[in-house]
């Protein structure tokens, strides 16, 4: 049976297949890029992806062809990523076998997006199934492994700032007092003081700021926070 979190990328740009690879994997996706262009249906076979993203212009043979030939032995998700993105070359990409069309240059999130609603659809598995995240402004909190990513970077969280963070991306747009952050906390049987709140959110706002994120978490004078 396909493993459902295998990506194969066929893309000729060292830079951006880096760039995708390293995203995706901080989705959890599990990632093999091509190197061999003369052989992409072998690299296909040994690793057995649940979706293939696919340049059109490749050295040796372009995406249509390797399209065509793993559509010979496989029903696998092909997802077109290209700058020909003139309507000549979609439909081309369409009728060739492929699902869906990205144009260079693409939003990785957007792309992320269009990989797992096709999985979903191709694989018949729901909502549930997929690993449950709270996401703003690049940042992404995974409510499962308690985790925060930003740009594919996993930056370790501690329990109180887990709670602290997940609190405030499920109330996003609005304020929250810090008594209701604290009362969040004891909810858990983390007793906190005002103090102990401070140190937390001070951590917080250093990690989130390694990644570019300075401004996530914003003070209400006298009221709270708000991530906006």
């Known amino acids: 049976m396909v493993e459902q979190k295998k990506i194969l990328i066929v893309e000729?740009?060292?830079?951006?297949?880096?760039?995708?690879?390293?995203?995706?994997?901080?989705?959890?996706?599990?990632?093999r890029c091509v190197t061999d262009f003369r052989n992409v249906t072998a690299e296909f076979e040994s690793f057995s992806p649940a979706i293939v993203l696919l340049d059109i212009t490749l050295p040796f043979f372009d995406g249509y062809h390797w399209c065509g030939e793993i559509r010979k032995i496989s029903e696998v998700?092909?997802?077109?990523?290209?700058?020909?993105?003139?309507k000549m070359n979609i439909v081309m990409a369409v009728n060739m076998g492929g699902d869906d069309f990205i144009a260079k240059p693409f939003d990785l999130a957007v792309m992320t997006a269009k990989i797992r609603a096709?999985?979903?659809?191709?694989?018949?598995?729901?909502?549930?199934?997929?690993r449950e995240r709270l996401e703003h402004r690049g940042a992404a909190l995974d409510l499962g492994d308690t985790n925060l990513y930003i740009g594919g970077d996993r930056i370790e969280?501690?329990?109180?700032?887990?709670?602290?963070?997940?609190?405030?991306?499920?109330?996003?747009?609005?304020?929250?007092?810090?008594?209701?952050?604290m009362?969040?906390?004891?909810?858990?049987?983390?007793?906190?003081?005002?103090?102990?709140?401070?140190?937390?959110?001070?951590?917080?706002?250093?990690k989130l700021g390694?990644?570019?994120?300075?401004d996530f978490i914003q003070t209400k004078k006298g009221i709270g926070y708000i991530v906006e």
């Open 183 to 206: 009362m969040k906390l004891w909810d858990t049987d983390s007793f906190v003081d005002e103090n102990t709140l401070n140190v937390n959110i001070a951590r917080l706002r250093k």
């Open 157 to 181: 969280l501690t329990k109180n700032e887990f709670r602290i963070l997940r609190v405030l991306m499920e109330n996003k747009g609005k304020v929250v007092s810090r008594d209701a952050l």
């Open 210 to 214: 390694s990644g570019g994120l300075d």
């Open 77 to 86: 998700p092909v997802i077109f990523i290209s700058s020909v993105s003139d």
């Open 118 to 130: 096709l999985l979903r659809r191709s694989y018949g598995y729901g909502a549930a199934d997929m």
């Open 12 to 31: 000729d740009d060292g830079t951006i297949a880096e760039e995708m690879c390293k995203y995706l994997e901080g989705w959890g996706y599990e990632i």
